[in-house]
């Protein structure tokens, strides 16, 4: 994983240079997003994630990604579980949303 970020690393650094927001590298971790890198802008609104921390994929950006762009909506080999975590922080709680 260390190749991958430090590969990624340059490209972030240029894509937060020109957007000023948060920006992540991250991957699907069965209903998880795993966040391998973050760049943060200092004018970006301020997010709950951190390098190497993992948060439900639903109540993620990336994650929602990621399960939008998942062979039948659905993170790669897993399904969604009947009932979802919900931290404060996360808009949606019902499966039903996702599906």
Same mark, same amino acid.
């Given at each position: 994983?260390?190749? *991958?970020?430090?590969?990624?690393?340059?490209? *972030? !650094?240029?894509l937060?240079?020109?957007?000023?927001?948060?920006? +992540? *590298?991250? /991957?699907?971790?069965? &209903?998880?997003?795993? =966040?391998?890198?973050?760049? &943060? !802008?200092?004018?970006?609104?301020?997010? /709950?994630?951190?390098?190497? !921390?993992?948060?439900p994929? +639903?109540?993620?950006? &990336?994650?929602? /990604? =990621?399960?939008?762009?998942?062979?039948?909506?659905?993170?790669? +080999?897993? &399904?969604?579980?009947?009932s *979802?975590?919900?931290?404060?922080?996360?808009?949606?709680?019902?499966?039903?949303?996702?599906?």
């Amino acid at each position: 994983m260390r190749e *991958l970020c430090d590969a990624a690393l340059p490209y *972030l !650094g240029d894509l937060h240079d020109a957007t000023q927001e948060n920006v +992540h *590298l991250a /991957v699907p971790d069965g &209903t998880d997003t795993l =966040f391998l890198e973050k760049v &943060t !802008g200092r004018r970006a609104t301020p997010i /709950v994630s951190r390098t190497g !921390g993992r948060l439900p994929a +639903h109540c993620t950006a &990336t994650g929602k /990604v =990621f399960l939008a762009l998942a062979e039948d909506r659905r993170p790669p +080999h897993r &399904t969604l579980p009947a009932s *979802l975590r919900a931290p404060s922080s996360c808009p949606a709680s019902s499966p039903a949303t996702w599906r």
